[in-house]
């Protein structure tokens, strides 16, 4: 199983940036899709984006296409999120996930990072 480790959370303004980090600390050669995850206080889970860890091409949820953006440090085997245009509804714990080649979901998860949004 991969470990994850993610930083990079914290308190922002609405309208300001956050990136978020996530590195994976074992062999990544069984990496299929790498992506990101947040929980708002009563609410489900949801997807926010993934990256294609061989093939680099990404996914986004409607909610933060054109603010968010996944990118992946092949040589650093992380992953990163650039948040911007934050808006208050984005305040959650975010976090990082891996899905494996053999696996039919994502299978690995980091601990979270909080997100907070102030209005």
């Known amino acids: 199983q991969v470990q994850l480790v993610e930083s990079g959370g914290g308190l922002v303004q609405a309208g300001g940036s956050l990136r978020l980090s996530c590195a994976a600390s074992?062999?990544?050669?069984?990496?299929?899709?790498m992506g990101w995850f947040r929980q708002a206080p009563g609410k489900e889970r949801e997807f926010v984006a993934q990256v294609g860890w061989v093939s680099g091409n990404t996914a986004y949820a409607d909610s933060v296409k054109g603010r968010f953006t996944i990118s992946r440090d092949l040589a650093k085997h992380t992953v990163h999120l650039q948040m911007n245009s934050l808006k208050s509804e984005d305040t959650a714990i975010y976090y990082c996930?891996?899905?494996?080649?053999?696996?039919?979901?994502?299978?690995?998860w980091g601990q979270g990072t909080q997100v907070t949004v102030s209005s």
């Open positions: 996930a891996v899905r494996t080649n053999t696996a039919s979901r994502y299978n690995s």
């Open positions: 074992e062999e990544t050669s069984s990496i299929y899709f």
